[in-house]
């Protein structure tokens, strides 16, 4: 069975640009995760999704920070202006009515 | 969130030893999580627990559910080189089935 799919695993840009990151959590779960890993402030929850209705987004960092969630199947979460200070690695995961979430492999975005 | 102390932050072991690492939280927790982390991959889940007292098995691996629900604890019985890795406690964030992570013990095993 396939896992969390991530796309891209990489991406650089520069500041200013838009980056858009995407997501297909585990088919059948109904409660998708953004989190972000960084060394200084370890994994942090972004967003929590349930039946594709955000639930908390209170870990977004700024306004620059957006995700939607469509449909069951997609996710994507868009930062616009991207800043240095961004660059992290960014995880999806998702899970079915449980704590025990899947994650995906990551995408590691670097900003200069 | 809740706060997710864990410890040791790094261990460094020879291969054969059996390795010990704990968590504690600020808050009471109905749940506790474990995953790994390999480089460049994303957290894989090893052992869930719900339950206070409860001792669960994953292999060589086995965790604990403290009985003040305010810690757990996970163990590694004899070692091998491809324990290698960041191991990460994760209980409920306050809201539905987002997880808090703990900031990791990263162990690395030499042969």
């Known amino acids: 069975d396939a896992g969390v799919i991530q796309s891209p695993r990489h991406e650089v840009t520069e500041m200013g640009q838009e980056v858009t990151l995407r997501c297909k959590p585990i088919?059948?779960?109904?409660?998708l995760f953004w989190y972000r890993q960084t060394m200084m402030r370890g994994l942090e929850l972004l967003i929590y999704?349930?039946?594709?209705?955000?639930?908390?987004d209170s870990g977004m960092p700024e306004d620059r920070f957006s995700a939607k969630m469509p449909n069951a199947s997609f996710s994507t979460l868009k930062i616009q202006p991207s800043e240095p200070r961004d660059s992290a690695v960014y995880f999806c995961?998702?899970?079915?009515?449980?704590?025990?979430?899947?994650f995906g492999p990551g995408t590691r975005l670097t900003v200069t | 969130g809740q706060q997710l102390n864990q410890s040791p932050q790094s261990m460094f072991i020879q291969e054969g030893e059996d390795v010990s690492m704990n968590c504690t939280s600020s808050?009471?927790?109905?749940?506790w999580l474990w995953y790994k982390q390999d480089p460049g991959e994303g957290p894989v889940l090893l052992i869930a627990?719900?339950?206070?007292?409860e001792l669960t098995s994953n292999g060589r691996l086995t965790a604990q559910f403290g009985i003040t629900r305010k810690d757990s604890f996970l163990n590694i019985s004899a070692s091998i080189p491809s324990d290698v890795g960041i191991y990460f406690c994760?209980?409920?964030?306050?809201?539905?089935?987002?997880?808090?992570f703990g900031k990791g013990t990263s162990l690395l095993v030499t042969p």
């Open positions: 995961a998702s899970s079915f009515s449980t704590n025990e979430q899947y």
């Open positions: 088919s059948g779960h109904n409660s």
């Open positions: 999704f349930n039946n594709n209705v955000p639930i908390d």
């Open positions: 808050s009471i927790f109905n749940t």
């Open positions: 627990l719900y339950k206070a007292g």
């Open positions: 994760a209980g409920p964030h306050f809201s539905g089935y987002a997880l808090n």
